[in-house]
């Protein structure tokens, strides 16, 4: 089945600052990439996705970048804020399946004022 | 516009009991997926449900585990003769169609096994 390597697991940035969140796939024919957002508790939040037709894809201080040689997609937040802290999970779909998802095993973000 | 509703948020179970959890998707969805989180984990899918239709069942476990989705109501998981090990977070997501479209999860069900 398809295996997702996230990195860091946990990453700890100052208010304003940009965090980076990476995650390596293995099947080549995975073509969707969310990444969800998950607070203490709380329900995973989908905040960004990706369809591999593209390369990049933001929305206000998130961006996705998708290296579809290389296998790899990258998570970017700008401008981090104190809200910012959470889980952060990527996923891919597995071999043969493009509805159930792989999820790494998340990276803890935590942003210090 | 409601998101996707789950019941109970907690239960607790002892040994040997059965569980059910419940999941209303999001309304126009009518694709449920269930997923089992441990705490520190990603989520690992279960199983992928349509109205009526078992799609996918490949990530629960053959004994003890069941999953329906009938024509009215809500997708229900159960799991019969619980063990300690069934302690987790049980997440449910729907989406408008399977495929790469977006899934939308809910608040979940923490099963707590005595």
């Known amino acids: 089945g398809e295996n997702v390597e996230q990195h860091p697991s946990t990453l700890s940035v100052q208010e304003g600052d940009s965090a980076v969140i990476k995650c390596t796939y293995s099947d080549s024919a995975s073509n969707y990439f969310p990444w969800y957002k998950q607070e203490l508790g709380k329900r995973p939040q989908l905040i960004i996705d990706?369809?591999?037709?593209?390369g990049e894809k933001k929305d206000q201080r998130i961006a996705v970048t998708l290296n579809k040689t290389a296998k790899h997609f990258s998570l970017h937040i700008t401008e981090t804020q104190p809200e910012d802290s959470a889980v952060y999970f990527c996923a891919a779909p597995q071999r043969g399946s493009n509805y159930k998802l792989t999820f790494g095993k998340g990276t803890l973000l935590t942003v210090n004022p | 516009n409601a998101g996707v509703m789950q019941n109970p948020r907690h239960l607790v179970r002892r040994r040997g009991q059965e569980a059910r959890l419940r999941c209303s998707p999001m309304?126009?969805?009518?694709?449920v997926y269930w997923y089992r989180q441990l705490p520190e984990e990603g989520l690992k899918f279960m199983v992928y449900l349509q109205k009526e239709n078992i799609i996918d069942e490949s990530g629960m476990p053959k004994e003890r585990f069941s999953a329906e989705f009938p024509k009215e109501g809500p997708s229900i998981l159960r799991i019969q003769q619980v063990v300690r090990g069934d302690s987790a977070a049980y997440f449910c997501?729907?989406?408008?169609?399977?495929?790469?479209?977006?899934?939308?999860f809910g608040d979940g069900t923490r099963l707590s096994i005595l």
């Open positions: 997501a729907s989406s408008t169609g399977g495929g790469d479209q977006p899934q939308h």
């Open positions: 309304k126009g969805h009518s694709h």
């Open positions: 990706i369809r591999s037709n593209v």
